[in-house]
């Protein structure tokens, strides 16, 4: 897998803001340690197996983290960008938003971005050629108030400043479906690999 990490905490940097919803409230945060069972209201979980079983696994009680907003694209070549691996006709990308539960942890630049350098050295050793990912640092914001009662709602009532790892995958082909099938394979075998969370 080809893979890349970056910091992007610069002022007119975006931030991960939990919860969150559209202007028009359509789609919306969901709370999935508390509400596991509103898995298939987010419709990339309903529409990609991949995407539902890194989110349910990812946000399980046993886990150091959960995940806060995800998304999903498909693109031709005429389209790609430096970035891109060349050599392919069609992409299909996605991220998700992983966040630590422990209130430290989430506070801690040094720390998270340690966790950050540690996935991006785990995800070099998997062979998967047609893929990439990208881990992205960012600062967060958690307003437990207007959560729905978890382990991330029990940690305090004010809102908490910290950061958020987005994780961008890519899969390439010489179709959109192979493109596709590279994608989900490559979400796939990041699964287990970010819960190794080093808590030192």
């Given at each position: 897998?080809?893979?890349?990490?970056?910091?992007?905490?610069?002022?007119?940097?975006?931030?991960?803001?939990?919860?969150?919803?559209?202007?028009?409230?359509?789609?919306?945060?969901?709370?999935?340690?508390?509400?596991?069972?509103?898995?298939?209201?987010?419709?990339?979980?309903?529409?990609?197996?991949?995407?539902?079983?890194?989110?349910?696994?990812?946000?399980?009680?046993?886990?150091?983290?959960?995940?806060?907003?995800?998304?999903?694209?498909?693109?031709?070549?005429?389209?790609?960008?430096?970035?891109?691996?060349?050599?392919?006709?069609?992409?299909?990308?996605?991220?998700?938003?992983?966040?630590?539960?422990?209130?430290?942890?989430?506070?801690?630049?040094?720390?998270?971005?340690?966790?950050?350098?540690?996935?991006?050295?785990?995800?070099?050793?998997?062979?998967?050629?047609?893929?990439?990912?990208e881990w992205i640092l960012r600062p967060s914001r958690i307003?437990?108030?207007?959560?729905?009662?978890?382990?991330?709602?029990?940690?305090?009532?004010?809102?908490?400043?910290?950061?958020?790892?987005s994780l961008y995958v890519w899969g390439y082909g010489s179709?959109?479906?192979?493109?596709?099938?590279?994608?989900?394979?490559?979400?796939?075998?990041?699964?287990?690999?970010?819960?190794?969370?080093?808590?030192?």
């Amino acid at each position: 897998m080809h893979v890349d990490w970056t910091v992007a905490c610069a002022a007119a940097d975006p931030w991960v803001v939990v919860p969150w919803s559209r202007k028009d409230e359509t789609i919306c945060y969901i709370d999935l340690r508390a509400a596991p069972e509103r898995l298939e209201q987010i419709p990339e979980a309903a529409q990609y197996p991949c995407i539902a079983k890194a989110l349910r696994r990812w946000n399980q009680p046993d886990t150091a983290l959960f995940t806060a907003k995800c998304d999903i694209w498909n693109y031709p070549a005429k389209l790609f960008d430096a970035e891109d691996l060349p050599g392919f006709d069609y992409a299909r990308g996605s991220y998700i938003d992983l966040l630590p539960i422990d209130p430290e942890f989430f506070s801690s630049f040094a720390a998270c971005e340690r966790q950050l350098r540690i996935w991006t050295e785990i995800a070099r050793s998997i062979e998967l050629p047609a893929s990439r990912c990208e881990w992205i640092l960012r600062p967060s914001r958690i307003m437990p108030s207007h959560l729905q009662p978890s382990a991330i709602a029990a940690t305090k009532s004010l809102s908490r400043d910290g950061f958020a790892t987005s994780l961008y995958v890519w899969g390439y082909g010489s179709s959109q479906q192979s493109a596709v099938s590279a994608w989900a394979a490559a979400l796939e075998s990041l699964i287990e690999p970010v819960l190794r969370i080093d808590r030192e």
